[in-house]
Each structure stands twice: as C-alpha cells, then as structure tokens.
C-alpha cells in the first residue's frame, strides 16, 4: 500500500508543542509527514524536535535557498504533499493566505501546491475577534480546498479565558485522516444528517440502570465522516467520555441519556434531516417500576419486571417523507446477514449496516469494525477486513449515496 504524504506547517504561537503529538501519532501510523516551521515557530520547538519525531529533517526558511536542492523546495514540497496541515494558525499566516501572500517557505509552499489544507487558527481572544482576522478567516473558508478545525475556547496561554484556543491534536488527526479518505470533497454539502450514536440507559433507581458496552464510537466517527465531507450534522448521543467528543468542532452533539429522551429528540430533529442514521444502541425492555430512592440491597427484587422500549427506527420509518433516507444498524452473532434482512424489511429502512460483534476487532469499544451493507434493493457490499471505524464511516457514506 502506498504511503500517504502530508506536510505539516508550524506558525509562531504556544500552541505549536500541541503539533507534536499530531506528527509523532501520524508517523507511528506509517505516514510520511514532512515539517515547514516558520522562523518565529522555531522559538517555541526546535526543528531537531519535529525532525526526530518525523524520522525526517525538517524545514525552515534557512533551508529556502539552499544550493542541495535540485529543484526549488517549495516547488518539491508543493507536488509531493497529498495533504497538507498548518498548525498554529496565527493571524499574520491567515491574514497571508487570505490575499495570496508568499513571502516564507510555508506560504511559498501552500501556492505550489493544490491538495487539501487543514487550517487550526490559535490566538488571543481579543486577536481571533478582530473584525479583520474574522473578515481573512471568512475568506479562506470560502475557498475549497481550505478546512478549518477550530478553534475551542478556554484557558489560553495568556490566561484569558474564550475563544481562540488551537483545536487538540486528537481532533486535528482525525481530520487528516478523513482527508485522506475524500481528498477533501465536499458531496455531501448541503445535506443535513442526523446520526445516533452510544447506549442507553435505563434506570431501576438513580444507582442502577440497565445498559450496555456501546461507547458511541461507530456514531462518533459517522459525524466527522459526514461533517467532513460538507453536511451539517447533528449528532443526538448516549454517555460517553468527553475525551471522545473533542472531536466534534463543527457538530451540533445533544446528550441524552435513556431511550425515552432520544426518541423525542429524535422525532424533534428529523423532520429536517435529509438522512437519518441509527447507530446507537437503544435498549429493548427497562425496569416496569422506577424507585426515586436508592433502594437497598434488602429490598431488590429477585425477578426483574421489564417492560418494552418504544421502537425508535420503526416509529420514524413511518414519518419518513419519500426524500428522506432512514439507515440501521444491526449488531449481530453468527451470521449476521439474514437476522439484518429481516430488520431491513420490518422497519422499512433505507439502508443496514449488520456488524458482526462476535469478530475480533470488530464491534463494541473497538477503534476498528467491519460490517455488511445492504439496502433496500438487496444491493449488499461486504466490508470483510476490519479498518478503522472513520474509514467503515465513509463507506457507509458512499453505500447511502447510491441508493
């Protein structure tokens, strides 16, 4: 398999330590990274740093004009990279490539190049709401091959607390990969996508509840999959640690936390949605009694009474309008295809997703999965070798696309 090729540019900020972490993850993960530092970057990391971390030398404009190279630097840099990431953006790098400026290596590098580029803006409150920053920031998103990552709000480095914070690598990593995927097409622009994402869980007092192992991670990399390639996405979410949603920028995400709260708010948002994609798994019975006291261990039933969860993916199947797309997820033992068929049909979706959660690698709380399409036309597509949940998302994104 070829190896993917992204050139990482570094601006002059604080934030420029977090820029390790993204070039060491992706070298681990076999990508050829290439680093542009600009002059005031090196005053925060040195290049001896991003070069060890690359297993390759990284650059500065020292190294612009140097007679080794055969060919012009930027010029080999611009045709080599497939993807590129500028991280920190400051305001003088954005307020550059807002009117065309090249006046280092990195700028020089972003004009002889025409591949996706990864923007992740870092600055001060006050200098990230300057009515010019937002006017350049303006500018370069409305360009195509530009995607913007951020920025979050905090605690910065100035100890000012708001907007302007760089994006966490975890963030920036899973937008490169993404990238890499779609080389930055944008199909989807325009559609809006609403996604279901984790477990439920439902309570027999405020201690004990009835759930299971989702962690949300399928629905995760579904919103960032579709985010990615243009859709507004609302992404309506069981509990799940909030180191898992740092990825989210971008993504109207709606907590909830029993079967009965995600149906309503479901049935809120899904009128608008153009398509709708249940990968949460929602419990089927929850405790027929509730106690609003903790009750003690003396006093627990030995046999649970259970009653049924209304059916969420039927209940919008019937308001589906003919534009709207409906898709399920089956998560399945044995063979996972005729048990998926059947829930096609009863349900009257669009589209399923069948997982075999009895696979290695696959399934709940794993970062990898694999699953058979099938749609309602029987087309079926078979995704047999585990990859990572992102990439299983963008298939499934292309499968939905040809129905």
């Not at 400026?101 to 020089?108: E, K």
């Not at 919103?223 to 949603?245: F, K, N």
């Not at 709207?324 to 063979?335: C, M, P």
Request: net charge neutral; aromatic share 6%; proline share 6%.
């Amino acid at each position: 398999m070829e190896q993917r090729r992204i050139v990482i540019g570094v601006g002059g900020g604080i934030a420029a330590y977090k820029v390790c972490e993204v070039v060491s993850a992706l070298a681990k993960r076999g990508v050829a990274v290439r680093v542009i530092l600009t002059e005031t970057a090196q005053q925060f990391v040195t290049p001896l740093t991003f070069a060890t971390l690359a297993r390759h030398p990284a650059y500065g404009d020292r190294d612009f004009w140097q007679p080794t190279h055969g060919r012009p630097l930027h010029i080999e840099l611009g045709e080599w990279a497939e993807l590129m990431l500028i991280a920190p953006l400051t305001a003088n790098t954005l307020a550059k490539l807002a009117y065309g400026l090249a006046d280092n290596l990195l700028t020089n590098t972003v004009l002889a190049s025409t591949c996706p580029i990864v923007l992740a803006p870092a600055m001060n409150t006050e200098m990230w709401e300057q009515a010019t920053v937002q006017r350049n920031w303006q500018l370069v998103q409305a360009l195509p091959r530009f995607h913007g990552v951020g920025p979050g709000a905090g605690i910065l480095a100035c100890d000012r607390v708001g907007a302007g914070r760089m994006a966490e690598p975890e963030a920036l990593i899973a937008c490169l990969e993404s990238l890499l995927v779609t080389q930055g097409k944008r199909d989807l622009a325009g559609k809006r996508v609403l996604i279901s994402a984790g477990g439920t869980r439902e309570f027999l007092d405020p201690v004990r509840f009835i759930g299971n192992p989702s962690t949300g991670k399928m629905g995760l990399a579904l919103a960032q999959a579709a985010r990615d390639r243009g859709a507004t996405v609302t992404l309506v979410h069981g509990p799940m640690e909030s180191t898992q949603l740092a990825t989210l920028y971008g993504v109207q995400a709606i907590p909830v936390v029993t079967a009965d709260t995600m149906e309503q708010t479901l049935l809120q948002y899904f009128p608008q949605a153009d398509w709708t994609i249940m990968a949460a798994a929602v419990a089927d019975v929850k405790p027929a009694h509730y106690s609003e006291a903790k009750l003690p261990k003396s006093a627990l039933p030995d046999a649970l009474e259970l009653s049924p969860v209304p059916d969420i993916v039927a209940n919008l199947a019937q308001r589906k309008q003919p534009h709207q797309r409906l898709i399920g997820f089956a998560a399945q033992t044995g063979d996972i295809v005729p048990p998926a068929l059947e829930k096609l049909r009863r349900k009257q979706l669009d589209a399923i997703a069948a997982n075999p959660i009895d696979q290695p690698n696959s399934g709940f709380g794993s970062d990898t999965n694999q699953a058979v399409f099938i749609d309602r036309h029987q087309r079926q597509q078979a995704i047999a070798q585990p990859c990572t949940k992102l990439q299983l998302a963008h298939h499934l994104l292309d499968f939905i696309q040809a129905i």
